[in-house]
């Protein structure tokens, strides 16, 4: 029964950084809005500056989690630098954590603030959250013939006009590479051959049309792109085949114990500005994503497997970074919880920003 107890402890361990995370959100939605309402008749780019800072706030202290919870072996390959710029972030998408990793990267530049993202439509529909990306800049779109060109046309032309810092990601593949939906992969290596494309192994095959509209809307506003190729360590099983990526709670039960996180900048005059041509050319980087993820799960020679060509450098994320963050708004969630009048207000925030929420998201683009 002991063993039991513990066994059973152990799987739950992503538990507390759960509880503390959702937990916080009414917190930090409270301190958003407040800070909504009293910047009304300040100069807008002064609500974007402290909006960055709250933004900065919160996912320092989902990083604590992810990062000096877990104890997770965090390797860059390749050159990511050391000071923020204006960029598109392009990656490979697996599992949920993927979000995690744009965030790991944006703060070793100490521009997790200006982390955008261009996220799938049904997510505009979380509780909380779905409202507050769309008003932190993120772009909600919807796949294949519904995309809608003209709404993130013209929600990052009024970015750009408003010169918000830009760390805008994108997951090309428009849904997650996993081995246990084989059709998926079937299907997007059907239509790579269907097309005269090159079929990919452990890639979905890019779809081109986010990011051309980032590329070409922005292409005088943005500093670089930034390629990035991500492979959780432990994703395969004995007999060398691919498994599923890490959920977040598996992440958080410490069950990951490297990622390793290949890098290539490149200048916007290296990319073709036709869409025509831009899907070539991001189909041949999703070409060289995956010879580094064949190399890294299939190379013959085991000694070259479980890592990316080059140098990895071993990046580990300090508390100061990460710490305060979390003692702060875990201080604010709890000082509200011990009053009867701060568990009302906590409720009534999930409940009516909810629905406040889903009327705003509902209405607009």
Known sequence: MLLSLVLHTYSMRY????????????????????WRVLSALLPARLYREVDDRLYTLYQSMVLFFFENYTGVQVIIYGDLPKNKENILYLSNHQCTVDWIIADMLAMRQNAIGHVRYVLKDGLKWLPLYG?????HGGVYVK????????????????????????????FPEGTRY????????ADSQSFAEKEGLTV???VLTPRVKATHVAIDTMKGYLDAVYDVTVAYE????????????????????????????????IELKDIPEEQMYMRRWLHERFEIKDK???EFYDAKDSKRRNKFPGKGVHSKLSLKKTLPSLLFLGG?????????????LYVKTWIYGTLIGCLWVGIKP
């Not at 995309?147 to 830009?166: D, G, S, T």
């Not at 599923?244 to 958080?252: G, I, K, W």
Request: hydrophobic fraction near 45%; aromatic fraction near 8%; include cysteine.
């Open 234 to 265: 432990g994703t395969v099983d004995h007999k060398g085949q691919r498994k599923v990526a890490p959920s977040m709670t598996e992440f958080l039960c410490k069950e990951c114990p490297r990622v390793h996180i290949f890098i290539e900048r």
């Open 332 to 344: 604010l969630t709890a000082s509200m919880l011990l009053t009867e009048s701060g568990r009302k």
């Open 292 to 294: 580094l993820l064949i």
């Open 200 to 202: 990919l192994k452990h």
């Open 178 to 185: 996993n081995p246990e939906i084989p059709k998926v992969i």
């Open 143 to 170: 796949r294949s013939a519904k995309f809608n060109e003209k709404e993130m046309r013209a929600k990052l032309q009024a970015h750009v006009k408003a010169e918000i810092p830009m760390y805008l990601v994108i």
């Open 15 to 34: 538990l507390v950084p759960a509880a503390v995370m959702m937990g916080a959100a009414p917190t930090y939605v409270l301190a958003w809005g407040a």
């Open 131 to 135: 409202w507050y990306f769309s008003q």
